[in-house]
T-cell receptor, first 115, second 113 residues
Framework: AQSVAQPEDQVNVAEGNPLTVKCTYSVSGNPYLFWYVQYPNRGLQFLLKYITGDNLVKGSYGFEAEFNKSQTSFHLKKPSALVSDSALYFCAVRTADMGRRALTFGSGTRLQVQP | NAGVTQTPKFQVLKTGQSMTLQCAQDMNHEYMSWYRQDPGMGLRLIHYSVGAGITDQGEVPNGYNVSRSTTEDFPLRLLSAAPSQTSVYFC????????????FGPGTRLTVT
């Protein structure tokens, strides 16, 4: 079985400061890892993904994430937070197994950026 | 492209009623799926499809039925609504290639009284 843990329900950060949203995962074989963002009353929007290659992945809106295989982590980062980054963030994983495409999502982390 | 569309946006049902949530995509994606989102639980997979005529169960399939007669459409049927099915439902689609990210619809907020 595959699983995702987002250990923080909420992360508070001041505008202009760096932010980190944590994610750890468990999956059989090689993982495909994703981050999505959800704004109020909206669907999820794709931010970035790790499939293979460079462990540092850059995505939309200045976000990046670092894949760490030994720690089974895929933390989301941004060097300088904006108030408009305030939203609900989800980490998701699936196995690279061709036969199974289903994503498993974490429970989500609410990011609050204070002016 | 309209992307992934869902109807209705909101729905209130009485216990025991049935209804169909509609989902359509215009990106020619092979893979489509339905999730429900409940507070503190993230998104849980209900059913998914890897192509027309092929469907399979996800993590929480009980009480729901799906079919995929075309590439574009993937309706979700609630057979006999229960209060435990009160949730926000999202449809998503993606290409069936490795690493294809999913595109989500705007969601349907369902309340069962």
């Amino acid at each position: 079985a595959q699983s995702v843990a987002q250990p923080e329900d909420q992360v508070n950060v001041a505008e202009g400061n760096p932010l980190t949203v944590k994610c750890t995962y468990s999956v059989s074989g090689n993982p495909y890892l994703f981050w999505y963002v959800q704004y109020p009353n909206r669907g999820l929007q794709f931010l970035l993904k790790y499939i293979t290659g460079d462990n540092l992945v850059k995505g939309s809106y200045g976000f990046e994430a670092e894949f760490n295989k030994s720690q089974t982590s895929f933390h989301l980062k941004k060097p300088s937070a904006l108030v408009s980054d305030s939203a609900l963030y989800f980490c998701a994983v699936r196995t690279a197994d061709m036969g199974r495409r289903a994503l498993t999502f974490g429970s989500g982390t609410r990011l609050q950026v204070q002016p | 492209n309209a992307g992934v569309t869902q109807t209705p946006k909101f729905q209130v049902l009485k216990t025991g009623q049935s209804m169909t949530l509609q989902c359509a995509q215009d990106m020619n994606h092979e893979y489509m799926s339905w999730y429900r989102q409940d507070p503190g639980m993230g998104l849980r997979l209900i059913h998914y499809s890897v192509g027309a005529g092929i469907t399979d169960q996800g993590e929480v399939p009980n009480g729901y039925n799906v079919s995929r007669s075309t590439t574009e459409d993937f309706p979700l049927r609630l057979l006999s609504a229960a209060p435990s099915q009160t949730s926000v439902y999202f449809c998503a689609s993606s290409y069936y290639r490795d690493g294809g990210e999913q595109y989500f619809g705007p969601g349907t907020r369902l309340t069962v009284t």
